[in-house]
Nanobody, 115 residues
Framework: QVQLVESGGGLVQPGGSLNLSCTTS????????MGWYRQAPGKQRESVAV???????NYADPVKGRFTISRDNAKNTVYLQMNSLQFEDTAVYYC?????????WGQGTQVTVSS
């Protein structure tokens, strides 16, 4: 069983930045497609950013140009650098790992954008 542990969430003012981290267990991290998702109160969980095993990335339109996903295979860690945060970015952010039919989720980390 793969375990994913997120960190880095918190309270930030509009326009501020946060850097989320997700560290996974296991020895095949480099093969996973890693993603960040978020779920705001009363809304469905949505994809934010994805990075595949080759380093190719994809972003949801609302975060393009503001968020950057990256991975460090030596540390089994995926990051989400979030800049120019907006009220609408408030949500629980979840880390996701996919390999074939296997899909794993972290427990989530709260990001709150408030003045």
């Amino acid at each position: 069983q793969v375990q994913l542990v997120e960190s880095g969430g918190g309270l930030v003012q509009p326009g501020g930045s946060l850097n989320l981290s997700c560290t996974t267990s296991g020895s095949i991290f480099s093969r996973y497609v890693m993603g960040w998702y978020r779920q705001a109160p009363g809304k469905q969980r949505e994809s934010v950013a994805v990075i595949d095993s080759g380093g190719s990335t994809n972003y949801a339109d609302p975060v393009k140009g503001r968020f950057t996903i990256s991975r460090d295979n030596a540390k089994n860690t995926v990051y989400l650098q979030m800049n120019s945060l907006q009220f609408e970015d408030t949500a629980v952010y979840y880390c996701n790992a996919v390999l074939g039919l296997m899909r794993y989720w972290g427990q989530g980390t709260q990001v709150t954008v408030s003045s």
